[in-house]
């Protein structure tokens, strides 16, 4: 009924709207006495310092928050970190041993890749955390430690509150390494977790853009394909942007690292193609801003409708935003959490004006425990 959706069409515009709080939910408690604390997470800190390289394996929505965390734990700790889809490291013969930690995320905790990618790290000694938003799932149970994203339940079948609620996992983690191994100076590690703190105030900030981006989809609902372009933490973002779209719209979108358009995706640009653009800070990573903007540039003349995220303030990027959707500035690697918002929407009114099922698209099911 309207009432169960908050008065929403659908669930997911009303889980969109509690991701504030499903972030402040997930970070609740893990700051104490100045130290980041994984109470749920059944390591000691000489586990943590053991460690030598990290994998994290998940599928779909989940595996793009792990190509984001990557940014965040390799910097933070010097740590090397793979994320790889849970379907391929479970076939292959990856090297792992018992300072390897796994991080395998799973809304569910049920998927069956990840659940098998799970045991074939433990059948080499690796050491498994899940990421997981059901308590007491089959993943965390299998796993030696778990921390638990509070999203509460998402009942839309296209994960919004837990994408961003397992980023923030993810960096919780990260920062849990970086103290444990000494990268990062405790005052540091302080320091990223208010930033981290103050995310479900900045996203509430994001959701003001709900109504034109709503706007925005109901205007292109007839397109016929969507690219997304990004770099660095843009790019993981761009490749959850087209996979919503997928999901829900049933439209072909894919998403591309922008350095990458010249190597081939730009033969797909043509007039009137429609292009989504994910924009880091001016501020924060000057180079990467430079190069999005040349990047913009050159699909603009080639006739792309530039549809840009930006930062809020960001004005060099105006003249070459045929739509402009601005986000609160947040630190860089903090972006996605912003950044998302308004893909999620577009995604989910694109596919409301065409007719379809926003919460139950077609062919998919909210878990996957049958590969
Ligand atoms: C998300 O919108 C998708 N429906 C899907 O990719 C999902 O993220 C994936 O199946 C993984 O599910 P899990 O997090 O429950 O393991």
């Known amino acids: 009924?309207?009432?169960?959706?908050?008065?929403?069409?659908?669930?997911?515009?009303?889980?969109?709207?509690?991701?504030?709080?499903?972030?402040?939910?997930t970070l609740r408690g893990h700051f104490d006495h100045g130290r980041i604390v994984l109470d749920e997470q059944r390591m000691s800190d000489q586990?943590?310092?053991?460690?030598?390289?990290?994998?994290?394996?998940?599928?779909?929505?989940?595996?793009?928050?792990?190509?984001?965390?990557k940014y965040a734990i390799e910097h933070w700790t010097r740590l090397p970190v793979e994320v790889e889809l849970a379907s391929e490291f479970r076939y292959r013969d990856p090297v792992l041993?018992?300072?390897?930690?796994?991080?395998?995320?799973?809304?569910?905790?049920?998927?069956?890749?990840t659940l098998e990618a799970v045991r074939h790290a433990r059948g080499q000694k690796a050491r498994v955390l899940a990421i997981c938003n059901t308590n007491g799932a089959q993943i965390p149970r299998e796993s030696d430690a778990v921390l638990y994203t509070h999203a509460g339940p998402e009942v839309g079948v296209a994960a919004?509150?837990?994408?961003?609620?397992?980023?923030?996992?993810?960096?919780?983690?990260?920062?849990?390494?970086?103290?444990?191994?000494?990268?990062?100076?405790?005052?540091?590690?302080?320091?990223?977790?208010?930033?981290?703190?103050?995310?479900?105030?900045a996203v509430q900030k994001?959701?003001?853009?709900v109504d034109r981006v709503r706007e925005l989809g109901r205007r292109m609902a007839d397109s016929k394909a969507v690219l997304f372009l990004g770099r660095h933490v843009g790019f993981p973002v761009a490749l959850e942007g087209a996979l919503k779209l997928?999901?829900?719209?049933?439209?072909?979108?894919?998403?591309?690292?922008?350095?990458?358009?010249?190597?081939?995706?730009?033969?797909?640009?043509?007039?009137?193609?429609?292009?989504?653009?994910?924009?880091?800070?001016?501020?924060?990573?000057?180079?990467?801003h430079a190069k999005l903007v040349s990047n913009i540039s050159e699909i603009q003349a080639r006739g792309a409708r530039t549809i840009v995220i930006a930062e809020e303030g960001?004005?060099?990027?105006?003249?070459?935003?045929?739509?402009?959707?601005?986000?609160?500035?947040?630190?860089?690697?903090?972006?996605?959490?912003?950044?998302?918002?308004?893909?999620?929407?577009?995604?989910?009114?694109?596919?409301?004006?065409?007719?379809?099922?926003?919460?139950?698209?077609?062919?998919?099911?909210?878990?996957?425990?049958v590969e």
């Open 1 to 25: 009924s309207a009432a169960e959706k908050g008065g929403h069409d659908y669930f997911m515009l009303k889980e969109i709207e509690e991701q504030p709080e499903a972030l402040a939910n």
């Open 47 to 69: 586990d943590l310092r053991d460690v030598d390289k990290v994998f994290v394996v998940a599928c779909g929505t989940a595996y793009h928050s792990g190509l984001i965390a």
């Open 97 to 113: 041993d018992r300072d390897t930690l796994v991080v395998a995320i799973s809304q569910s905790g049920e998927t069956a890749d």
């Open 160 to 201: 919004t509150k837990t994408f961003t609620s397992q980023i923030a996992a993810n960096y919780l983690v990260g920062l849990a390494l970086a103290q444990a191994r000494g990268t990062k100076y405790p005052d540091e590690v302080a320091r990223e977790f208010a930033e981290l703190e103050a995310m479900p105030a």
């Open 206 to 209: 994001a959701l003001s853009t």
């Open 246 to 288: 997928k999901e829900l719209a049933y439209m072909h979108a894919e998403g591309f690292a922008a350095g990458e358009l010249k190597h081939g995706p730009i033969a797909l640009i043509e007039s009137g193609l429609p292009v989504v653009v994910v924009m880091p800070s001016p501020k924060g990573r000057a180079v990467l």
């Open 314 to 369: 960001d004005d060099t990027v105006r003249p070459f935003a045929d739509e402009l959707v601005e986000v609160p500035a947040v630190p860089t690697l903090l972006q996605p959490l912003v950044s998302s918002v308004p893909l999620q929407v577009l995604a989910a009114e694109i596919a409301r004006t065409r007719g379809y099922d926003v919460d139950k698209p077609r062919n998919l099911a909210k878990s996957v425990t």
